[in-house]
């Protein structure tokens, strides 16, 4: 079946600009996460959505950073006034309700500030 | 709270050579257990998980895990590693109390030499 999708592949913006990035999940999936990748290095988590529950929003590095959920479904991360140090692989990974539920994630949006 | 602790940067092993990647945690309750793995550019991959039961989970791929309570380890091994396993491996938890978010290592990089 269709795995977790995102989009754009990779994004090239100016600093100061705007950013949307878009998620679709797997249809079912009531949990998604969003983290951003630095190269090759480790994974800073940003948000999290489960159900219809508050997301948390405890790993957003600034208020430049806001993310929705529409309908329970797609998610789209939004970046605001776009800063060099913004740059890295933003990843989207959904789960199913169970908390034993592993992560699918999918392949990432490269995020080039220059 | 909940921490991963992955105490390799970088494993090096000969192709045919068994291989281990380590993890340790922390987590104040039970944890699930998970390993990913990520070639590049692309996201994370789920492998195996512990949820309860027999401590030597088997996965994808001919990895296995082994659960150890004692020492709080949840090491990734694989009998004879082939260069296609070469890869960034990440730990993770999560403790089953509810409301409880996914923690990852920092990530392992393992090149299998030919």
């Known amino acids: 079946g269709a795995g977790v999708s995102q989009s754009p592949s990779n994004k090239v913006t100016e600093k100061g600009k705007d950013v949307e990035l878009r998620c679709d999940p797997i249809s079912g999936h009531t949990a998604l996460y969003w983290y951003r990748q630095s190269l090759g290095q480790g994974l800073e988590f940003l948000i999290y959505f489960q159900g219809n529950s508050a997301p948390d929003k405890s790993g957003l590095p600034s208020d430049r950073f806001s993310a929705e959920r529409t309908g329970g479904s797609v998610s789209t991360l939004t970046i605001q006034r776009t800063q060099q140090e913004d740059s890295a692989v933003y990843l989207c990974?959904?789960?199913?309700?169970?908390?034993?539920?592993?992560?699918?994630f999918g392949n990432g949006t490269r995020l080039t500030v220059t | 709270a909940q921490s991963v602790a992955q105490p390799e940067d970088q494993v090096n092993v000969a192709e045919g050579n068994p291989l281990t990647v380590k993890c340790t945690y922390s987590?104040?309750?039970?944890?699930?257990l998970f390993w990913y793995v990520q070639y590049p550019n692309r996201g994370l991959q789920f492998l195996l998980k512990y949820i309860t039961g027999d401590n030597l989970v088997k996965g994808s791929y001919g990895f296995e895990a082994e659960f150890n309570k004692s020492q709080t380890s949840f090491h990734l091994k694989k009998p004879s590693a082939l260069v296609s396993d070469s890869a960034l491996y990440f730990c993770?938890?999560?403790?089953?109390?509810?409301?409880?978010?996914?923690?990852f290592g920092p990530g392992t990089r393992l090149s299998v030499l030919p």
């Open positions: 993770a938890v999560r403790d089953k109390s509810p409301g409880q978010n996914f923690v």
């Open positions: 990974a959904s789960g199913g309700e169970g908390l034993n539920s592993p992560l699918h």
């Open positions: 987590v104040s309750g039970n944890p699930y």
